[in-house]
């Protein structure tokens, strides 16, 4: 089993940042990848950024790039998703999943989510 947490999101005004973290616990070994994925009211679920066991490789969704970093700290057993230049069309609630897949971008690829956090951007 694996527990994931996630903290950071509030609210900020178009053009501003964020940092979302997620810390896990558990068998979190077992995540060969991590990802965050986000849901809009009335929307599915969508993937935003995924990052490899060793923090080597990334991958985003192609709407935040250049935008959002998502990166690692292994030793505390933490993810971040560092968002900038945030807009309207990103409030969400953003989850902090684990999967056993290489850079997995479906929601299906991974096994446990987080409860969530709110990102509210609006002026």
């Known amino acids: 089993q694996v527990q994931l947490v996630e903290s950071g999101g509030g609210l900020v005004q178009p053009g501003g940042s964020l940092r979302l973290s997620c810390a896990a616990s558990?068998?979190?070994?077992?995540?060969?990848?991590m990802g965050w994925f986000r849901q809009a009211p009335g929307k599915e679920r969508e993937f935003v950024a995924t990052i490899s066991r060793s923090g080597s490789s990334t991958y985003y969704t192609d709407s935040v790039k250049g935008r959002f970093t998502i990166s690692r700290d292994n030793a505390k057993s933490t993810v971040y998703l560092q968002m900038n230049s945030l807009k309207p069309e990103d409030t969400a609630v953003y989850y902090c999943?684990?999967?056993?897949?290489?850079?997995?971008?479906?929601?299906?690829?991974?096994?446990?989510w987080g409860q969530g956090t709110q990102v509210t951007v609006s002026s």
């Open positions: 558990g068998n979190s070994f077992s995540c060969n990848a």
């Open positions: 999943g684990c999967g056993a897949t290489f850079l997995a971008r479906r929601t299906t690829d991974y096994d446990y």
